[in-house]
């Protein structure tokens, strides 16, 4: 189908002739709209390419310094991306971009069996005709990255004695997930320690689930966390007003989010320290400050070392409705425009200001929680040998399996607003639910499933992808909305249970303007149950406390490093935008 010099075609009427060019992408990228920059970059699909950035940017250091690779806990380059996606809001291109690279075609028909040439309009246009053509494009192209770029760029670091990690781009966002990487996850799951980039510079303007999608991949990877370039970008006057206040507000978020590395730019007036060699390395803390959020975060960090959340709720990583979704336009997409980014980030922003921790899980992850509930069933009805009564104990056995993901148990699934859903999700719900779990659907139930379609040899308008059945409103799911989802996690028995108290009088109302929003996680390391309370508002509040079967907890407290113990009902103070650690003994 490729020319370098002239095509032509016979039309019949109502026929259409498309063409597809390949070329260099720069113009109108993060290439061309960054901080420092504006030089071209290799294309991370292309594994030659990623080869020669190695020798290029790589090799020279480990040339000159032997050391300097096995002195590294991880090396990492600042946001690489896919250069198919316009940035500025304000500039039009005449050309819509989607990623490219040699033998992509070739790649695609031995990863799905059949070719995507007949399809390639799809990726371009079409409504739910062209999604599932483009999910399977998009995950392909993940899978691609990973392989060129991650995995080839980690094996050069294992041998040269360190790992790779890094941060991507626009982490926060399903659609940017899409645009800049085909399939965020898939690039993350080959890192060695997973990363991010934050830059928000205090509290309110922090986005939630920059670290959690990737703190799902370190849950998969069984890494210690994550890592962070903390980076306060954003807003940076208003940081400056109360630097120590805001710095140990957005630590306790990242901490809390599952960062366990933080390189952090909230330096400290270097000028104070030598006025004549570093007068104009001016920071925004003084030394005494500095110490002091250094040995706040250093305490949290040992707390929290070698631990994740342990939290028996998950929110459903819809990237499939996103990719189903993503077309290449002529412009910059935002993802205020992708219904499931606005759907995630409201519901993760309300149940978790109301005192909900979460965690996000993907296809993989409810598939293999349903098939390790269906197992033993499936190999009994296979291998039935037995009387009729044995095999009946060992459905119900089965039946009473505690559903867990990473070795958590899975006690609710929260499922954003979405129209896509792979069908091995579906079922994977379906059998989730009759195990005990509590499903719930944010507004509205799917509306088809993805994944599968009949093959045809050329392109016809008439034709239609075909879809899975609908997914439609049963006795096992139901749509409902954010004030119900929130209301039912309300309703569910919490192991530990806090109060506020204003003038004397304990209080348990959620977070509004006017009381502190509390937030909380939990982690089990050796024989001790951990929460790590944060207070995330402006003001200072006292709590009191209950937990089944405890009389006293260990309040572990990172401002100072004391460590008292606090009888039940004894008020625990929490400073605006500090935490402290509850911690109990298991019998």
Not at 105 to 122: A, I, R, T
Not at 328 to 343: L, M, N, V, Y
Not at 467 to 487: D, Q, S, V, W
Not at 575 to 580: A, L, M, N, P, T
């Amino acid at each position: 189908p490729f020319t370098d010099t002239f095509c032509e075609c016979d039309l019949k009427e109502n026929e259409a002739f498309f063409i597809f060019c390949v070329k260099s992408a720069y113009e109108g990228t993060h290439l061309t709209h960054n901080v420092c920059s504006r030089s071209r970059y290799i294309n991370i699909m292309e594994e030659k390419a990623v080869c020669r950035f190695l020798d290029v940017c790589y090799e020279p250091i480990a040339k000159t310094s032997r050391s300097a690779y096995q002195n590294a806990e991880a090396v990492f380059t600042d946001e690489p991306s896919l250069m198919a996606a316009y940035i500025q809001g304000d500039e039009v291109w005449p050309y819509a971009l989607a990623p490219w690279k040699e033998g992509l075609f070739e790649d695609f028909e031995k990863e799905y069996g059949y070719s995507l040439l007949p399809y390639l309009p799809q990726i371009f246009e079409g409504r739910e005709s062209s999604y599932t053509t483009r999910v399977h494009f998009y995950d392909l192209i993940g899978k691609l990255v990973a392989k060129a770029y991650v995995t080839q760029i980690s094996q050069w670091c294992h041998e040269h004695g360190t790992r790779f990690s890094g941060h991507y781009l626009a982490e926060e966002s399903l659609r940017f997930h899409v645009l800049y990487y085909g399939s965020y996850l898939e690039v993350l799951k080959a890192t060695d320690y997973a990363g991010v980039d934050v830059l928000a510079a205090y509290p309110k303007i922090y986005h939630y689930n920059t670290t959690r999608f990737a703190q799902m991949a370190s849950r998969k990877k069984g890494t210690n966390g994550i890592m962070t370039e903390l980076c306060p970008f954003i807003d940076i006057p208003y940081f400056e007003k109360e630097p120590v206040r805001y710095a140990t507000g957005i630590l306790n978020l990242l901490y809390l989010g599952g960062c366990r590395c933080i390189n952090s730019y909230f330096s400290s007036d270097f000028a104070s320290y030598a006025p004549k060699v570093l007068k104009d390395y001016k920071g925004y803390m003084s030394c005494d400050q500095a110490k002091w959020v250094n040995n706040y975060v250093g305490r949290i960090g040992y707390m929290l070392d070698g631990v994740q959340n342990d939290c028996g709720t998950f929110v459903y990583y819809a990237i499939e409705d996103a990719q189903a979704k993503t077309r290449p336009q002529h412009c910059a997409q935002e993802s205020a425009e992708c219904d499931t980014d606005r759907s995630l980030l409201s519901i993760t922003r309300k149940i978790y200001e109301a005192g909900h921790d979460y965690l996000f899980a993907d296809r993989e992850d409810l598939v293999n929680a349903a098939k390790s509930l269906e197992a033993d069933t499936t190999v009994e009805l296979e291998n039935d040998t037995k009387n009729k009564k044995e095999k009946a104990v060992n459905i119900v056995a089965n039946q009473n399996r505690i559903p867990q993901i990473s070795g958590i148990e899975v006690k609710n699934i929260i499922l954003p607003a979405m129209d896509e859903i792979w069908p091995d999700t579906w079922e994977a719900l379906e059998i989730l639910k009759k195990h005990g779990v509590n499903v719930m659907f944010a507004d509205k139930l799917p509306a088809n499933r993805v994944g599968e379609r009949i093959r045809f040899e050329w392109y016809n308008f008439r034709e239609e992808s075909i879809r899975g059945p609908k997914c439609t409103e049963t006795e096992l799911f139901k749509a409902m909305n954010e004030e119900e989802i929130l209301a039912e996690l309300d309703s569910q028995e919490e192991e530990l249970k806090l109060d506020t108290i204003r003038n004397g009088t304990v209080e348990d109302k959620k977070y509004t303007e006017e009381n502190p929003m509390i937030l909380r996680a939990k982690f089990i390391k050796d024989n001790k149950i951990i929460y790590f309370v944060v207070n995330n508002s402006e003001k200072d509040v006292k709590l009191i406390w209950d937990f089944p079967g405890k009389e006293q907890a260990e309040i572990w407290d990172p401002s100072d490093g004391s460590v008292i113990i606090a009888k039940k009902g004894k008020a625990i103070e929490l400073i605006s935008y500090r935490g402290k650690f509850l911690v109990y003994y298991k019998k």
